[in-house]
């Protein structure tokens, strides 16, 4: 059993209610073991009007998507040697036309 108590996403403790409810663990279950256990996540948000399986279909394997609301699509991941989200991801989805911005 994880301990979720102190961990904030957005603002909001996390427990298993909040994972049930607003992450999808099929989809962000190594990225959010990898935050649970300390490490520095970067998050961004898709601005452009695409689907779900479009945006993962830019991603390396250090960062995941997922739809937290219709229409709104959440990156997040970890920088990992050259694979980084302002270096790699959002020129990446740049290149498809696929506007995205990091959140801070």
């Known amino acids: 059993m994880i301990d979720f108590k102190g961990i904030l996403i957005d603002g909001i403790e996390v427990d298993e209610e909040y994972i049930e409810d607003v992450l999808n663990p099929r989809i962000c279950s ?6 649970l256990e300390g490490n520095q996540m970067r998050e961004a948000v898709v601005l ?5 399986e479009v945006v993962q279909k830019y991603l390396p394997s250090n960062y995941e ?3 937290r609301h219709p229409g709104l699509i959440v ?3 970890n920088d990992n040697a050259g694979w980084t989200l ?5 020129p990446r989805l740049a290149s498809g036309l696929i506007a995205a911005r990091e959140l801070v």
Request: glycine share 10%.
């Open 48 to 52: 452009s009007d695409e689907k779900i």
């Open 30 to 35: 190594n990225t959010l073991m990898y935050a």
């Open 75 to 77: 990156i997040f991941g």
């Open 65 to 67: 998507a997922f739809e």
């Open 86 to 90: 302002d270096g790699y991801v959002l």
